[in-house]
């Protein structure tokens, strides 16, 4: 565990906050918790703008906790050891906030929703962005990205608004610093030729 602070802080951040949020459902209840933090998008368009972002760390179930935190900690330190700590945060909450926001102005107003799959999207697409650039594949990508969000959300139940936003996000970060690595990466190999 030390060590996975050490080598990958971001993911171990986020799995921490995570872990907490699911503690604190268990201590005062699901439901409580749900209706403190979750996404309900009429308390947000009366003005409770924090929960887009506390939304992030409430889960509606142990299995929803369990695949998350899962999800986060073998994809996160995938996506943190090609691009840095910085650039991972960035990913992981640009893709929760923005398609929690998306998720405004398509669900209805008495909807709650919550979990951390918005970022999780958005790591998915980063990657699979970073290795369409890095291996001139962009299409394949794509349809990669396609193919897994459609599996990933015809479930009942699942906010599939915050899913596309967070995908979304994660494709055209990625590909931004998929783009960077790449000319690093070149820049590097002139070095030792």
């Known amino acids: 565990m030390k060590n996975l602070f050490r080598y990958f802080p971001g993911t171990s951040i986020l799995a921490f906050m995570i872990v907490v949020g699911f503690v604190y459902e268990i201590v005062v209840g699901f439901d409580k918790a749900i209706m403190q933090f979750a996404q309900i998008n009429l308390y ?4 409770e703008f924090w929960r887009v972002i506390t939304a ?6 142990y299995i929803h906790f369990a695949l998350n935190l899962f999800w986060l900690i073998y994809l996160g330190m995938d996506l943190e050891g090609l691009l840095g700590s910085r650039k991972f945060i960035i ?4 893709g929760a906030v923005i398609g929690n926001i998306l998720s405004l102005f398509v669900l209805p107003p008495f909807v709650a929703s919550g979990g951390a799959s918005g970022g999780l999207f ?3 697409g980063a990657l699979l962005a970073v ?5 001139k594949n962009m299409q394949k990508a794509l349809i990669n990205a396609l193919f897994l ?6 479930f009942p139940g699942v906010n599939y608004v915050a899913h ?3 995908l979304i996000v994660g494709i055209l970060l990625g590909y931004i610093y998929g783009k960077d690595l790449k000319r ?4 590097m190999s002139y070095w030792f030729s």
């Open 131 to 135: 290795e369409g650039v890095l291996r």
């Open 122 to 124: 958005a790591i998915v």
């Open 44 to 47: 947000v368009y009366l003005g």
């Open 91 to 94: 990913v992981f909450f640009s």
């Open 56 to 61: 992030i760390f409430i889960h509606m179930g």
């Open 164 to 166: 596309f936003g967070g």
């Open 184 to 187: 690093k990466l070149l820049d």
């Open 149 to 154: 969000f459609l599996i990933n959300s015809i």
